[in-house]
C-alpha cells in the first residue's frame, strides 16, 4: 500500500528519497512521486505513474536537489493512478504533502476550502490536507502549529508529512491509523512509513504513537501527543538486516523467502522450547499467568494470516482442550459477537499494520476479552504495540506481496501456543515433548521438502493455460488447500479455489472435467481412507489429479493422477510441510505466465486501509 520516505539532511536528499520509495515498492502502488525543497527556496515536484524506475528517468532528465524533501508511492484509493493524482500534492505552490490513509470527510472539506477559493488539482482526498494547512497557516503562527490544528478537523486514517516553503529545514508528520517512524542520523533526521526504507541511512527509530505529531529539523525532533503535550518516544536500534532489501541470487522475493524458511523457522524456534516444553516467555514476559487461565481461543486475521488460524483451531480444540473461534477481521469488527469467560483473543499479522485487524483488536479490547496476544513479524508495529503479549515471529522481512516465510512462521508459532496452552489444560508431558521434538525437527524437514523443486518446476507447464484449479484437503490440511489456492490466484491470477475433500459431493463435484485440474494434499494421517474416497470421486468424474502424498499413503501415479512423493513427517507438523510444494507450485506456474510475481496486479503487501 501507499509508502512514505521523508527527509531533513544538509546534504541532497533525492537519492535517499528514492531509493527509500525502491525498497517500499513491495508495497504496491501505482505511481510514485517526490518534492524537494532547494537552497533558493523552491520547491520542485516530480510525479510519474508506474514503477519507481519511470520517477527515477524523470529525475535523471530533470534533476531535483536540495536537503528536505518528501516522496511517496500511491496505490489508489480516491482518484484512477495518473499522474495528476500521484503525490505530493501542493498548495499554492508552498505546501506539500504526502499521505497514507484515507480522509472520510474530504467531501465536506473540499467545499468548505473551495468557498475559500482554494482550487483543487486532484481527485484525491490528500489534497485536503495541503490546502487545509496552507489556510490555517494564515492565523497559526508555525508550521508545526498549524498541522495540529488541521489534524483536529480530519476524520479517519492518515500517516503524513508536510513541508512548507516558507519553512525551510522541517518537516512536520502526523500519525493517527497509518504508521510513521522517525529515524535518527547524525545532523539529519528521517520519517518513512516503515523502516525498511531508510535503513541505508540508519539504524536507529522511534515510531509514533496513536495522535502524535512531530516537527523534525536536522538538530532536533519534537514529538507532541494527541493533547499536544511533548513526550518522548523510545529510540531503538534495529537489528533488521540491511539487505533484507536485497534478492540475493534470486530471481524474486518470493523464491528467495520460500528458500529462507529453514532459517527463518529455526530462528523463531530458538530459545522458546527446552526440557520438552514450550517457553510461556516466548509470548511475552508475563505470559504464563495469562496463558494458564485460557478456556477458550478468538483468532482474528487476514487471508494467509487466517488461514494460519483455520489451521491452529484444529490443533487448539485437539491437543490443547480448549474451544477456539477463527474469524477474518473484517467480519469480526461489524457484527456482534459474544466473549466466552476466559476468552484470549489473538490476532496474527505478518505486518502488524493490517487495517481490519487491528480495528477488531481495538473493538475486542472493549469487548472483555481476559487479555490479546499478536503473533506479528515487526516489531514496533501497531498491533505488536497494542497487544498485552506479542509472540514476535523473526520470519525477517518479507517483500514478496504472496505471503510465504510468514505463513510458515506463522503456523510454528500457533503450535507453540498449541503447547503452552494446551500444559495448563491436560496435555500430557508426553504429546507435548513430541510437540516439541517435532518442532525442533521441523526446519530440516522443510529443507528436504523444498529439494521437491525441480520436480513442482516441470510439474508447473500442465497449469500453465489453465482458467481454473480445484485444492482439496482435509482436517488441518482444508486450511492448506485454501492457502495453496490464494497463492496459484494471487500471483498467477488462475481461478482457484479450495474445499475440504468432504464437501465436494455436496456441490463442486459438477465442476470436474479434463479441463479442471484437482490439486490434493495427502500426509499419511487417520484421514486417509476418507481421502482415498475422494480422489475416487472425481476420478471417475475424468477429473485430472495432483496429489501431494505421503511416502507411505498409497497414492500411484496414472494417466488420471501424477502423484509427487512428500517426506515423511510428523503429523503434528504436516500442514507446515505440505504448504511448501503449493508455494513452489503457484511461483512457477506465474513464472511461465509471465506475471509480476512479487507485486501481483491490484494488490499491495500491507493493507492499511479498509
Ligand atoms: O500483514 P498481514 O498478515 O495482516 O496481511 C494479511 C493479508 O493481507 C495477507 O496475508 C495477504 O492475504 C497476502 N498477500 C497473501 O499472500
Not at 157 to 172: H, S
Not at 189 to 213: I, K
Request: hydrophobic share 40%; aromatic share 6%; net charge negative.
Amino acid at each position: 500500500m501507499c509508502g512514505i520516505v521523508g527527509a531533513v539532511a544538509q546534504r541532497d536528499v533525492s537519492e535517499i528519497l528514492v531509493e527509500g520509495l525502491q525498497r517500499l515498492e513491495y508495497r504496491g502502488y501505482d505511481s510514485a512521486g517526490v518534492a524537494i525543497l532547494d537552497e533558493q527556496g523552491n520547491l520542485g515536484r516530480a510525479r510519474r505513474v508506474g514503477k519507481v524506475k519511470q520517477l527515477r528517468n524523470a529525475l535523471t532528465e530533470q534533476p531535483l536537489s536540495g536537503g528536505t524533501g518528501i516522496a511517496h508511492t500511491r496505490w489508489a484509493t480516491h482518484g484512477e493512478p495518473s499522474e495528476r493524482n500521484a503525490h505530493p500534492h501542493l498548495s499554492c505552490d508552498d505546501i506539500a504533502v504526502v499521505h497514507n490513509g484515507i480522509i472520510e470527510n474530504h467531501v465536506e472539506l473540499r467545499s468548505m476550502l473551495q468557498g475559500l477559493g482554494y482550487v483543487f488539482a486532484s481527485d484525491t482526498d490528500t489534497e485536503v490536507i495541503a490546502h487545509l494547512v496552507h489556510h490555517e497557516l494564515k492565523s497559526a503562527d508555525s508550521l508545526l502549529a498549524a498541522v495540529q490544528v488541521t489534524v483536529k478537523q480530519l476524520h479517519g486514517a492518515y500517516g503524513t508529512v508536510v513541508v512548507d516553503r516558507r519553512q525551510p529545514e522541517r518537516l512536520v508528520v502526523a500519525r493517527s491509523g497509518s504508521p510513521l517512524v522517525i529515524g535518527y542520523g547524525v545532523g539529519e533526521h528521517f520519517v518513512a512509513s516503515d523502516q525498511l526504507a531508510l535503513l541505508p541511512v540508519t539504524r536507529r527509530f522511534a515510531f509514533l504513537e496513536e495522535g502524535d505529531v512531530a516537527e523534525v529539523t536536522r538538530r532536533e525532533v519534537n514529538i507532541f501527543d494527541i493533547d499536544g503535550n511533548a513526550v518522548e518516544r523510545d529510540i531503538t536500534e534495529s537489528n533488521v538486516s540491511h539487505d533484507a532489501g536485497d534478492k540475493g541470487q534470486y530471481r524474486h522475493y518470493m523464491m528467495k523467502e520460500i528458500h529462507e524458511q529453514p532459517m527463518a523457522l529455526q530462528r523463531t524456534l530458538d530459545g522458546r522450547l527446552a526440557n520438552g516444553k514450550v517457553i510461556d516467555e516466548a509470548f511475552g514476559e508475563n505470559a504464563a499467568q495469562l496463558l494458564s487461565k485460557v478456556k477458550h481461543v478468538q483468532i482474528i486475521a487476514c487471508g494467509t494470516s487466517y488461514h494460519a488460524g483455520m489451521t491452529a483451531r484444529y490443533w487448539l480444540e485437539q491437543h490443547a482442550n480448549v474451544s477456539c473461534n477463527v474469524e477474518i477481521a473484517s467480519e469480526f469488527r461489524y457484527r456482534r459477537s459474544h466473549v466466552f469467560p476466559d476468552s484470549l483473543l489473538v490476532t496474527i499479522s505478518q505486518s502488524g499494520e493490517t487495517a481490519d485487524t487491528l480495528a477488531a483488536l481495538r473493538l475486542a479490547k472493549e469487548m472483555g476479552y481476559m487479555a490479546s496476544l499478536t503473533i506479528c513479524n515487526v516489531p514496533g508495529s501497531s498491533l505488536v504495540r497494542e497487544s498485552d503479549m506479542a509472540y514476535m515471529m523473526k520470519a525477517g522481512a518479507e517483500i514478496g506481496v504472496a505471503s510465504t516465510k510468514a505463513f510458515t512462521v506463522q503456523l510454528a508459532a500457533l503450535a507453540m501456543l498449541t503447547g503452552a496452552i494446551g500444559a495448563y489444560n491436560g496435555m500430557s508431558a508426553d504429546t507435548q515433548a513430541q510437540l516439541v521434538q517435532s518442532l525442533q525437527a521441523l526446519p530440516s524437514k522443510v529443507e528436504q521438502t523444498l529439494a521437491l523443486n525441480d520436480d513442482i518446476e516441470a510439474l508447473a507447464e500442465d497449469f500453465a493455460d489453465k482458467q481454473h484449479a480445484l485444492f482439496l484437503g482435509r482436517g488441518d490440511q482444508y486450511p492448506i488447500a485454501m492457502e495453496g489456492a490464494l497463492k496459484l490466484k494471487e500471483i498467477s491470477y488462475i481461478h482457484a479455489e479450495a474445499y475440504a475433500s468432504g464437501e465436494l459431493k455436496h456441490g463442486p463435484l459438477a465442476l470436474i472435467d479434463a479441463d479442471m485440474p484437482v490439486i490434493v494434499v495427502a500426509p499419511n494421517n487417520e484421514l486417509l481412507e476418507k481421502l482415498h474416497s475422494n480422489v475416487e470421486e472425481v476420478r471417475a468424474r475424468g477429473g485430472l489429479m495432483y496429489v501431494f502424498a505421503d511416502v507411505d499413503a498409497k497414492f500411484e501415479s496414472d494417466d488420471t493422477m501424477k502423484v509427487i512423493p512428500v517426506p515423511h513427517c510428523d503429523e503434528f507438523i504436516a500442514p507446515i510441510i505440505y504448504t511448501l510444494p503449493l508455494q513452489l507450485l503457484s511461483y512457477y506456474v506465474a513464472l511461465i505466465k509471465g506475471t509480476d510475481v512479487d507485486q501481483p496486479r491490484n494488490l499491495a503487501k500491507s493493507v492499511t486501509v479498509e
